[in-house]
């Protein structure tokens, strides 16, 4: 090989082992780059879960309100809720069904204040109380959530 094909040779791996380090640095940009994307993405759905949450519990708080006004009605109480999902799914579409809105209800009755499960409870999501609602006794309910939050359950280990 002549002295100048042996340069031309030099240049063409000097070029290729720099092309592997813009590779690499490439690579480390578009992984960074991704990373931001998926704790974005993670704040976001963390944000909208907690703001759930808090409609739910608003919801249960003025279906408790309006039904009970102080007393037992569960006449009334079952008409309310009925109507209030006919009218509710009519204007958002499915997830306030009578059922939904009695899980809501529960969870007001159980959770009255809202400091409690906001402050206590900050790493569980709906899913995780709506799979709670399902036990009847308010006690292990409690339990329950308590134990989900400070164990990391996921929602399948409630089910």
Known sequence: MSENQNKAMNKKIARQQGNENLI???TVFVNDIKKIINE???SAYSAVSAV???T???IGRRIIEQEQKGKTRAAYGAHLIELLSEELTKEYGTGFSARY???FRKFYVIFPESEIWKTRFPNLTWTHYLAVLRVADETACRWY???A???MWSVRTLS
């Open 149 to 151: 939050s400070k164990e």
């Open 52 to 54: 759930m949450i808090q």
């Open 24 to 26: 690499k640095s490439e």
């Open 40 to 42: 974005g993405r993670k």
């Open 56 to 58: 739910y519990w608003n």
């Open 101 to 103: 809105l009695r899980q």
């Open 145 to 147: 959530i308590e134990a």
